[in-house]
């Protein structure tokens, strides 16, 4: 569970935050036995700290999207709603290397339709944070099955991890691909849905 931040207390401690890991991040450097006297790398331990707590981990600092919906009238498709190709880029927790891919998002709406951008900023608000792959797409589809009441969620993500790339097996063309639904929705019928768009 996240906490719930006000601007005053968000603004105190994610400070604090940027300060102390600035101050780890200097210790590892030392470390490596590089010189933090060096123009190039003196400012690195802010420069790192403000990427995580600001951009790459903010998630964990923020409270999450609300959705705008908007209702159906009766003479108003409630048919799949397929959003494809959301770019998103994570953390993977193992190593502290990115992943990076695309998000499809599919629903069965109720009685109500959310706004197109939303589901790309849930995506980026559980993305931006140390993550596995098969965690951020069942929180991604779990958040919007909540919210939107809906009848059913879809949620497929395709990324490249460069914990795969740049060490171990260093294979650089794989990607993974992970699925989650929820509720009334049948994971074949997106599937169709899209490759019957593409024909089109």
Not at 5 to 27: G, L
Not at 135 to 151: F, G, I, M
Request: with cysteine; proline share 4%.
């Amino acid at each position: 569970m996240n906490h719930v931040y006000t601007v005053e207390n968000k603004e105190i401690d994610v400070e604090i935050k940027k300060q102390k890991i600035s101050q780890h991040f200097a210790s590892i450097i030392e470390e490596l036995g590089l010189d933090l006297n060096d123009p190039s790398i003196k400012d690195t331990p802010e420069r790192v700290a403000k990427m995580l707590v600001n951009e790459t981990c903010n998630g964990l600092f923020s409270n999450p999207p609300n959705i705008t919906t908007f209702p159906l009238d009766k003479n108003t498709s409630r048919e799949l709603v397929v959003i494809e190709n959301i770019p998103f880029s994570s953390l993977c927790e193992h190593h502290f290397q990115p992943f990076v891919g695309t998000a499809t998002i599919a629903y069965l709406p109720n009685d109500r339709v959310m706004g197109l951008s939303k589901g790309a900023r849930v995506l980026d608000y559980f993305a931006s944070r140390p993550q596995i792959q098969e965690r951020l797409t069942n929180e991604v589809a779990a958040y919007l099955y909540e919210q939107l009441n809906a009848k059913g969620v879809f949620v497929m993500i395709k990324a490249e991890h460069f914990c795969m790339k740049v060490r171990g097996v260093k294979k650089h063309q794989s990607a993974t691909i992970t699925t989650a639904s929820l509720g009334d929705i049948d994971k074949k019928d997106v599937l169709s849905s899209i490759q019957l768009a593409k024909m089109k």
